[in-house]
């Protein structure tokens, strides 16, 4: 079982940074990807970006070149480095981990986020506010 907590939330203006911040507690016997999703008022939620056990990364064509997804050398901590925000991604932003099946690895793939449905732990949400 993995718990996950995000914070880092705010509300910044447009052209403005945040740094979000996920702790994962408890254990997890398979091996794991961390990736944060967002969701915005009407909206479904969406992968932003996600990062596997060997810093491989992969992201939303939206964030390219403004987010960067990291971790710490233990897996227990995921940051997301947002910069030049604009109001379109406000949104509340959800960390999450994708387990691999046991014995398996966890793998990102370029290009490719995982759907929502394939991940198998969340966090509460921290909420990013972006005004124009």
């Known amino acids: 079982q993995l718990q996950l907590v995000e914070s880092g939330g705010g509300s910044v203006e447009a052209g403005g940074s945040l740094r979000l911040s996920c702790v994962v507690s408890?254990?997890?016997?398979?091996?794991?990807?961390l990736g944060w999703f967002r969701q915005a008022p009407g909206n479904e939620r969406e992968g932003v970006a996600a990062?596997?056990?060997?810093?491989?990364?992969t992201y939303a064509d939206s964030v390219k070149g403004r987010f960067t997804i990291s971790q710490d050398n233990a897996r227990k901590s995921l940051y997301l480095e947002m910069n030049n925000l604009k109001p379109e991604d406000a949104a509340l932003f959800y960390c999450?981990?994708?387990?691999?099946?046991?014995?398996?690895?966890?793998?990102?793939?370029?290009?490719?986020?995982?759907?929502?449905?394939?991940?198998?732990?969340w966090g509460q949400g921290t909420q990013v506010t972006v005004s124009s």
């Open positions: 990062i596997d056990g060997n810093g491989r990364t």
């Open positions: 408890g254990h997890s016997y398979s091996d794991y990807c």
């Open positions: 999450a981990a994708d387990l691999a099946p046991l014995g398996g690895r966890c793998t990102v793939k370029p290009g490719r986020l995982r759907p929502e449905h394939e991940w198998n732990y």
